[in-house]
């Protein structure tokens, strides 16, 4: 039977990445975004490089919150054995708070926490496998406040915890959890955020090849910062006082 893996935000970035890397592991995949037409593509060159590997996709909105649901189901309907979830989808908006719209800091809040949360809960039970694993892509936003990015940083703050606490629960059960916190990365993100003119994505970027390598690597810790630069900033997040911290982070963003 076929090992396979879903994908959330399997479109673009981070996620066409993951695809990439576990199909190159032998693992295949269901992959979800709204695109239809990057999904098909992304089949089609996995297919023609792994003929052995079954590569499914689906289009879904995970502002919907019947979405990981008819994920689920689908997966049931196709009779797909899973072994790995990647909760990989998710967006932010540079701005003040009060200057976004309240409909995008629910959309994000739905994609970014309600969703990533539903999709684990749902499949949990599906996990037969000897081992399993979850990768929750949270952020080094996750470390600290982010004034011009308020709901983005906290709703990260929310992955790197959830995933923290479910390492611990589920480690007893053979599911590796995993936080996967990036720091500023190559990829559609920042112009989907308009970021791109901040300081934070003009000093430095990562490459997306780099950091999913580096995570699938360390599926069995609980926190995954990819980078030297990365996991300073981390730790020096938890070591000077929250507000200077948090003054650093909107110097970076404004
Ligand atoms: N790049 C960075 O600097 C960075 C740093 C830290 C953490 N991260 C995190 O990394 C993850 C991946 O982001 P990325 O950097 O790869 O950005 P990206 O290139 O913009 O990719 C985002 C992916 O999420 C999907 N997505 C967005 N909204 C969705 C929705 N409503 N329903 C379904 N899918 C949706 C997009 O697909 P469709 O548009 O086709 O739906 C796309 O495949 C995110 O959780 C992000 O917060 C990124």
Known sequence: M????????????????FAFQLAEQGFSLLLVARRASRLQNIQRQLQLQYPELVIHYLCADLTDNQAPQKIVDYLHAQSL???????????????????ISLQTHLDMLQVNICSLLALTYL????????????????????FQAGPNLAVYYASKAFVLSFSEALHEELKERNIQVSALCPGATDTEFAEVAELSDSVLFTLRVMGKQVVVRYSLAHLNKAVVIPGIVNKFGALMAQLIPRAIARKLAYRMQK
Request: net charge negative.
């Open 2 to 17: 076929n090992k396979v893996v879903l994908i959330t935000g399997a479109s673009a970035g981070l996620g066409e990445e």
């Open 123 to 142: 499949v949990i039970p599906t996990f037969t496998q000897q081992q399993s694993f979850i990768v929750n892509v949270a952020s080094t936003a996750a």
């Open 81 to 99: 054995q899973l072994v790995g979830l990647i909760n990989n989808a998710g967006f932010g908006q540079r701005g003040l708070f009060s200057e």
